[in-house]
């Protein structure tokens, strides 16, 4: 599953092809995991919402170690950008969409209410399984020589 994880760091900024299931779910664990870390050594640093909204008060002042995980955050961030939007364009390639269904994805994004139905379309559609066999974008990745077992 490691594997799957790094994969997307692998093939950085190849938009082309396709990406198992597998490969994208993976990538949004290590994603999801590595912001909570970072989360996590903020709120030690002294990040705290609850005392920021109460009105009148003088907001804490965080420690250095809100700064550090604020600047890693952000690093990391930018750093996986690229890779991110790329294993979601394969991943469309793999239900054989084009990948600038993204693009419509971002714009539906920005409208209230469609927004909504627009993310649980994405998220639907990231997990349904891949087109079986080879399609427009590439052989398919679970079975790349397309070889027929039981024929």
Known sequence: ML?????PLKRYADFSGRSRRMEYWSWALLLIVVY?????????????????????A????????????????????LA????NLAVVVRRLHDRDMSGWWLLGY???SIIPILNI????AMLVLMFLPGT????????????????ATFE
């Not at 170690?65 to 890693?72: D, E, I, N, T, V």
């Not at 139905?117 to 649980?120: D, E, F, L, P, S």
């Open 80 to 83: 996986v950008f690229i890779p």
């Open 132 to 147: 079986a066999g080879p399609n427009k974008f590439g052989p398919d990745p679970k079975d790349p020589a397309s070889a």
């Open 106 to 108: 971002v714009v539906a």
């Open 36 to 56: 909570m870390v970072l989360g996590g050594l903020m709120i030690a640093g002294g990040f705290n919402l609850a005392a920021m909204s109460q009105p009148g």
């Open 3 to 7: 594997e799957y994880m790094l994969m």
């Open 58 to 77: 003088a907001p804490p002042s965080p420690g250095p170690l809100f700064y550090l995980g604020a600047g890693l955050l952000g690093l990391f961030a």
């Open 117 to 120: 139905i627009a993310a649980i």
